[in-house]
Each structure stands twice: as structure tokens, then as C-alpha cells.
């Protein structure tokens, strides 16, 4: 909760990954009932709300944004700086090395980039990402002292929806 508040107070996103849908449901309960602006995606939210919670998301109406596999490829959130993986130990498809390292690589565009994996243990997975991540910053760090260049927050403009963004019944039921 810490560290989503400082991503709050700074206009910063967060992203959290859980194992299930309904994990990501009562986890977005949870945050609600605590004061966060969130909501979730899973599999069982059509693909036009979830393009409209994305958007959401991006234009700060939500701080967190709760989902299972489908935080993995494909999002371009510069806005994000913190994600967190629950249940990074439990190996198989969704915590593979593949996996967890699309999934933290969601937060690489921002300057504060950070990746939080709760686990109870490390396994190979989680180690080879962390040592893959390090690498990739050693690497960025290295470049970026020998071209003189100060890594800058990407500012990406807010994408215009084709829908009607925050007027729909789902979406507004779900984030009171």
C-alpha cells in the first residue's frame, strides 16, 4: 500500500498481477474499500471494456490496474512505474522467466521503474529475471554514461478512445 501511494502521490500508475481472476476481483475490492481508484481485467471482461479501463488508467481516473494474464505483452503505459507480481514463485506459464520478464518489463519506461515480486521464496524464474533486468540496466546505465544522455520520462499522448470512455454501466458499477 506504501508503495502505491507514493506512485499515487507522484501521478504514477501501478500495475499488479495476480494468479487468478478472482484474486484480481477481490484484490480490487480490497484496494477500493481502502481509498485506491482501481479496477481489473481479466478474461471475462470483454475486450472493449477492457480497452476502455486501459484508457482509464492512462488518463488517471485509475491509479491500479489489477489482472492476471493479460498484463503480460502488448501494453504501452509509460505511465506506469510500479509493478507487482503476487505469487512470483508459483512456478508455470503465467510465472515463467518469459513471462515474469514481459510482465516487470511493463514498468521499464518509466524513469521510477520499479518491480516488486512478493514471493516466499526465489526460484530459477524469478533469479533469471532479476538477473536478466540487471543486466539490461547495467547495459542502459553503461550507454547511456558514454553518450552524455540523462534518461528523461517518456510523455506519451493520451490515445482518443472510439468509445465512450466512462460512461459505461460496467464500468462505472465496478469502480464504486
Known amino acids: 500500500m506504501e508503495e502505491i501511494q507514493l506512485r499515487i502521490e507522484r501521478k504514477e500508475r501501478t500495475l499488479v498481477t495476480t ?3 478472482r484474486m484480481a476481483e477481490e ?3 480490497y484496494l477500493q474499500n481502502n481509498g485506491i481508484n482501481c479496477n481489473y481485467i481479466h478474461s471475462d471482461v470483454d475486450t472493449k471494456e477492457r480497452l ?3 484508457a482509464a488508467l492512462r488518463e488517471g481516473e485509475y491509479d491500479v490496474l489489477i489482472g492476471v494474464n493479460l498484463l503480460r505483452e502488448g501494453l504501452d503505459l509509460p505511465e506506469v512505474s510500479l509493478v507487482a507480481i503476487l505469487d512470483a514463485d508459483k512456478e508455470g506459464f503465467l510465472r515463467s522467466h518469459r ?8 514498468a521499464a519506461r518509466n524513469v521510477n521503474g ?23 540496466r547495467e547495459k542502459q546505465l553503461k550507454y547511456n ?3 552524455g544522455i540523462t534518461p528523461q520520462q517518456i510523455i506519451k ?3 482518443i478512445n472510439p468509445f465512450d470512455m466512462h460512461n459505461t454501466e460496467e464500468s462505472n458499477r465496478r469502480k464504486e
Do not use: C, F, P, W
Open 19 to 21: 494468479l487468478t481472476k
Open 27 to 29: 484484490l480490487t475490492e
Open 52 to 54: 476502455i479501463i486501459m
Open 99 to 106: 513471462s515474469l520478464t514481459q510482465t516487470a518489463g511493463r
Open 114 to 136: 520499479m518491480v516488486i515480486m512478493y514471493a516466499d521464496h526465489i526460484t530459477e524464474s524469478m533469479q533469471l529475471t532479476i538477473d536478466e533486468t540487471n543486466r539490461r
Open 145 to 147: 554514461e558514454e553518450h
Open 157 to 159: 499522448a493520451k490515445s
